[in-house]
């Protein structure tokens, strides 16, 4: 070889890079909507048993424990399970300081949470649970504890770039609740055994995410938790907390509404639709789930490319996969559920036709979340919670379940739209 000879060098696709890069989403995506499938099949069978148990009385119970404590523990952890992921798939921070400090933030919002409940307890009596005592009411405050040990410690396996651990994790949050509350059923029967189960399921949950957080040595090496680190993270959850909170009162203010409004029956019959309907989201999810960490580690440029190039097959997705559910609504959920939920099948219709969206919500909610702009997406997403109150308080009353539908379906179009002219206006700001 002479000087002026170069090595050889093999030529690489210029796309091979990409094509890799689709198919890890590719892979990564479907094992999350695998674990997510397996929660929502553990969430039905669930809803099935309670419901066959005690009709649509019971549901709403069942649905209430699970919404209401859910809410406390994100308003409790400000957004810690969202800002876990960014703080460690990011090289810039100490990872020795980092993991305590989330440690350390996690028993702090799991305790505030458990404490509000109690403080809120008197009107979560006389607004939710009046018709099943002071003591139920007094009891749910400790799944508003446990849950934020599982929250964020799903967050803390997304981060750690165990990505198919958090996917687990999703789906055994839901699944470890079925074999608990069957024994426990054997001499316990209505709200107190629901809310045992639900406690105990969390703390089965919690131990399997810690088990597996200790094989990647999550644990080791720690050094002291960081008061500034800690209030960075806290800043950081903060900016993104509010999204979760709207998030989730955009998805179950019109619950909560209806409950107040038309009581335990008519939620026990709305619930129905509206998970049946959520199954639209677990694309959107599982994207969302899986790309946050991948944009937190591109550099902006690179991840705006991404979410441009998937916008609109996280459309098509999302259409295709409600496109079958609305075919069998009609026959599917008076069939599973009993006669009795025959007025769940018009909400349905209704839902679906907004959450088709969600695809591309859950794809534009990842990509600001990962370049770290949390607050424009909860600015999005809070365009969504005000039409959802605005026409729930409008339509609930007088429609009852089709009127929450109609106002949250609406609400999903909004958000989507919001997110996406914050979308451009992050791009074309480069």
Known sequence: ?????????????????????RRRLVGLVAGNM???????????????LVARIGGPRLVGAFTLVRILPGLLCQLSNAGLPAAAPYFLAK???????????????????AVAGGLGWLALSPLF??????????????????????????????????GTDDQHGASLAIAVEEFVFLPIYLVILLGWYGPGALITGLVLADVAAAAWIARRLARRRFFSGWGR???????????????????????????RFDMALLGA?????VLGVYTVASKFAELVQLPGLAVNYVLYPDFAKDDRATATRRTARLILPALGVSVLAALPLALIAGTALPWVFGDVFDDAVAPTYIRLAGVVTFG??????????????????????GIGLLVVVVLGVI????????????????????????????????????
Do not use: C
């Open 360 to 381: 591309v919500t859950g794809l534009v909610m990842a990509y600001l979340y990962g370049v770290g702009r949390p607050g424009a997406a909860s600015t999005g997403q």
């Open 1 to 21: 070889m002479t000087d002026t000879q170069q090595p050889a060098v093999p030529l690489v696709p210029p796309k091979s890079d990409e094509i890799g890069l």
């Open 395 to 430: 339509l609930i009353p007088a429609h009852g379940a089709t009127g929450a539908a109609i106002a949250t379906s609406v609400s999903f179009v909004a958000t989507t739209v919001a997110l996406l002219a914050w979308f451009q206006h992050v791009k074309n700001k480069g």
């Open 261 to 265: 409004l038309a009581g335990p029956k």
């Open 91 to 109: 090289d810039d921070f100490d990872q020795r300081r980092v993991r305590p400090t989330l440690a350390w933030l996690t028993v702090i919002g």
């Open 34 to 48: 695998a674990g997510r499938v397996g929660a929502l099949a553990s969430l039905g069978v669930a809803t099935i």
């Open 125 to 158: 009596y006389l607004v939710f649970f009046k018709s099943f005592g002071i003591w139920i009411t007094l009891a749910a405050a400790v799944p508003s504890f446990t849950q934020g040990f599982v929250s964020v410690g799903k967050g803390l396996l997304q």
């Open 225 to 251: 938790p960081d008061r500034r680190l800690g209030r960075t993270i806290t800043g950081y959850g903060f900016r993104g907390y509010l999204g979760q909170l709207i998030d989730l009162l955009q998805l």
